[in-house]
């Protein structure tokens, strides 16, 4: 048994997202690409003699109950093979919230693998996929991590070759997204078939190992209501591509935007503009990061 675990848990970027349809059960079915990115919050795990879960955060407005993922994620475990110890739970968010680069799951993700290693649970990465689709779609993704396709509501996936590196700005505007709301109001039977993105010639692209054709292919059917709702997100990325980005698109269901540059001088002095120059009043938070593809799945050790 380990007494104390230090985890890193990335947040990710859909370098495409379609929607197919909506599911008699309420949920739909997508069809995307996953990229994990080098932004991460930091989780750690302390074993204490009380029984319980105690969840403390560096986010007043995070809830610290059963409503936080990395509760859910470690009671889920702890009950499944009755552990009688405590935990601890201590999470430093990096990650923009509520920002369609998923956070929170990224973090259930990390509490999953940390209590199956602390209690040497023996649950293989399939197995803790198979648990983490219960706690949120995304889950079974940050659990696997690195470029992916994934399918169903989000549970199958495929690993695909690293995307090629390049430098990623990452911006979110000062509003939250509410997913469920983004995808009630979306309407996927009704768009036009040019509207969905081409999934598959970005996963040629990455074949390829051709950046370029990586960002002429993104694309993401959930813009057609966030941007609607948000107009600002339209203007980040116009202002990315304007600073040199080679493609820019919403992730997830918004309104984090990222912008892809080949072009390390370019993407860092767009970076400066956005954070602290002309264009500073479009966002709030603000990231120079890049392609995270670890060699191994799971979350890791620090």
């Known amino acids: 048994m380990i007494k104390h675990l230090g985890l890193k848990a990335y947040g990710k970027i859909n370098l495409g997202l379609d929607v197919l349809r909506k599911r008699e059960d309420g949920y739909h079915e997508v069809r995307m690409i996953m990229q994990t990115v080098g932004i991460f919050d930091r989780i750690e795990l302390s074993l204490e003699e009380e029984p319980g879960i105690r969840v403390e955060t560096n986010l007043f407005y995070l809830p610290t109950n059963e409503n936080n993922l990395v509760y859910q994620a470690a009671r ?7 552990i009688p110890d405590g935990v601890s739970i201590r999470l430093r968010k990096f990650i923009p919230v509520s920002a369609g680069m998923a956070g929170g799951s990224s973090d259930a993700a990390a509490v999953l693998f940390g209590i199956n290693k602390m209690f040497r649970l023996g649950l293989t990465t399939s197995q803790l996929m198979e648990r983490g689709v219960k706690i ?3 889950v079974p993704y940050c659990i696997l991590r690195g470029t992916a396709l994934s399918e169903g509501i989000g549970e199958i996936l495929t690993p695909l070759p690293p ?3 390049c430098q990623i700005l990452i911006a979110k505007p000062g509003v939250n997204v509410s997913t469920r709301s983004v995808y009630t109001s979306l309407h996927a039977d009704r768009l036009k078939p040019e509207q969905h993105p081409d999934i598959d010639g970005i996963i040629k692209g990455i074949q390829e190992q051709d950046i370029y054709q990586i960002a002429g292919k993104m694309g993401n059917l959930l813009e057609t209501v966030t941007i609607r709702e948000y107009p600002v997100i339209q203007e980040i990325k116009e202002k990315m591509l304007e600073l040199g980005a080679i493609g820019s ?3 997830g269901s918004g ?4 912008g892809l540059f080949t072009n390390a001088d370019a993407a860092r002095q767009a970076f400066e503009n956005m954070r602290y120059g002309a264009a500073s009043n479009l966002a709030k938070q603000i990231y120079l990061t890049s392609f995270y593809n670890a060699k191994t799945s799971a979350p890791e050790c620090v």
């Open 76 to 82: 889920m475990l702890m009950d499944e093979f009755c």
């Open 136 to 138: 949120g779609a995304d």
């Open 163 to 165: 995307a090629p590196q």
């Open 249 to 251: 698109l919403m992730s």
């Open 255 to 258: 309104p984090t935007v990222f």
